[in-house]
């Protein structure tokens, strides 16, 4: 079985697959760049006490981590409790994409597996929308690379209303009742949401306008299932596909080694 570990600056996420690539189990918890390395290690096998899977089952391990300072921990996590080092998506990683970008090494790992998972499993060309931390939106034809946008997150956005406002509290994301907002808390909500999702549907507007229309249109990461429902466009709700990329990529750089 195969371990892969999305860590993003929010949240951090392991999934196990079996031999044939199904997913065993997925598992989250905050992402904290001050965890050590015996943090990790505790998480790891606290998790998969939880889901009563035999660490000695798991035969190897693939990171992709946009958190420089939690990537050597959990790294080293893995490797003590695997016995080997995990595969750590960057640079000389074979991707199996043709990226056109002016730095290969400015596209994060996040971005790079999603993209590995989409090609693999959606008709091109395909936009991948993912609603992180940041919302990104990446263009693909075949393996083409051709290109992404990086917009400010659902969460990142609320926050800043919240800090830069004085009179505007914090709240949580939660489903708007309306539109129209008749307190501050359910306006700030509708706002977030609503906004979101204009913010989606007219960027996949003006992408295809720039380029092609899309064939498939998939949304993955924290907050697809807090947007996507109020988004206009047809958009497939795909939220293992970042995992599902990595799962990949540890199949193209292992096959054949031992």
Do not use: W
Not at 39 to 62: E, N, P
């Amino acid at each position: 079985m195969i371990l892969t570990a999305d860590i993003g600056n929010s949240t951090t996420t392991l999934a196990l697959f079996n031999g044939e690539g199904r997913l065993v189990f997925r598992s989250s918890f905050s992402t904290d760049p001050h965890a050590t390395q015996d943090q990790f290690a505790i998480q790891l096998f606290s998790v998969f006490q939880l889901y009563q899977v035999d660490l000695r089952q798991v035969t190897g391990g693939i990171i992709a981590s946009v958190v420089p300072p939690v990537t050597e921990a959990l790294s080293a996590a893995v490797t003590r409790l695997m016995g080997k080092p995990p595969l750590v998506v960057g640079t000389g990683i074979r991707t199996g994409l043709n990226i056109r970008a002016d730095l290969h090494t400015q596209l994060g790992a996040d971005i790079v597996a999603y993209c590995v998972g989409a090609v693999a499993k959606y008709p091109s060309p395909v936009i991948v929308v993912d609603l992180g931390t940041a919302i990104t939106f990446s263009v693909l034809r075949g393996n083409v690379y051709a290109g992404c946008v990086i917009a400010p997150g659902v969460r990142v956005g609320l926050e800043a209303l919240s800090k830069q406002a004085a009179e505007l509290p914090h709240i949580s994301l939660a489903k708007p009742g309306n539109i129209l907002g008749r307190n501050t808390v359910d306006a700030m909500r509708a706002g977030a949401v609503y906004g979101n999702a204009c913010l989606v549907d007219g960027m996949i507007a003006r992408l295809e306008e720039a380029t092609e229309p899309a064939v498939a249109i998939v949304a993955t990461g924290s907050y697809v299932d807090d947007v996507v429902p109020y988004c206009r466009r047809s958009i497939i709700r795909d939220p293992d596909l970042l995992l599902e990329g990595l799962y990949l990529l540890y199949q193209k750089n292992t096959e054949g080694k031992k």
